[in-house]
């Protein structure tokens, strides 16, 4: 049993083999996906939820991407909030502050941010956080768990650090504000020893596991597209760092996420 708690299930790299791409997800043995609702920005802010309408299995979230922070207008933020309504949607996001592309800037990214976050809460939808430093730095770091202790933490509904690359230190003081942990692919990468030393030592009961698809493949399918089946290579690598079968794993971060998200129907 598995459950892709991070999969872009709406852009043109789907349009082909959207159908044939799911029917392979629930062969490998995933039972749900949260389908990411950021799109490409305003007016694209349902796409998750045309999915999961379709599919009872699949669920969806809703937000604006720091990539595309300087498009937001009042009429997107109305429009999220009646989004937020919608029965299959269970998180706020992908929303958060990427410093590496710098496609928005800063001090924009910081001011949508803490405005989704707002929505979020008298929603009480739980956040799904990006977080992109610039190379070499912690300022994104820095910034996004400084703004999640001023505007959110005080909510008590908890989040998700969505493909988590920090240190040990960035985790824990996450986990301190009720967030959940969720790895993805770049697990397997040569150069993902920080992502493993925290994949082998956060809380197992903290975990999820994803694939951020279509991006961020696997070994051994590094350099094509990623896909929700895939997450199986995700388990796989946990388990070996923390001495379990990819079964436990995928299981144990299954249960999480049907914990966090207080979600009945666990394996429609």
Known sequence: MLVDSHAHLEGPRFDSDRAEMLARAREAGVVNILAIGSGTGPGTLDCAIRIAEQHDWIYA???IHPHEAKLATQADYSELESLARHPRVIGFGEIGLD?????SPRDVQRQVFIQQMEIARTAKLPVIIHCRPSDNSDDAWQDTLRLIREHWASSGLGGVLHCFTGE?????????MGFMISFAG??????????????ASVPEERMFIETDSPFLAPIPYRGKRNEPAFVARTADKIAELRGKTGEEIGSITA?????FFALQNRSQ
């Open 61 to 63: 979230s809703i937000g």
């Open 255 to 259: 249960q999480n996420f049907f914990r």
């Open 99 to 103: 410093y590496y592309y710098d496609h």
């Open 168 to 176: 040990q230190k960035h985790a824990s003081q996450a986990l301190d």
């Open 186 to 199: 770049n697990v397997t990468f040569p150069k993902g020893e920080n992502i493993r030393a925290a994949a």
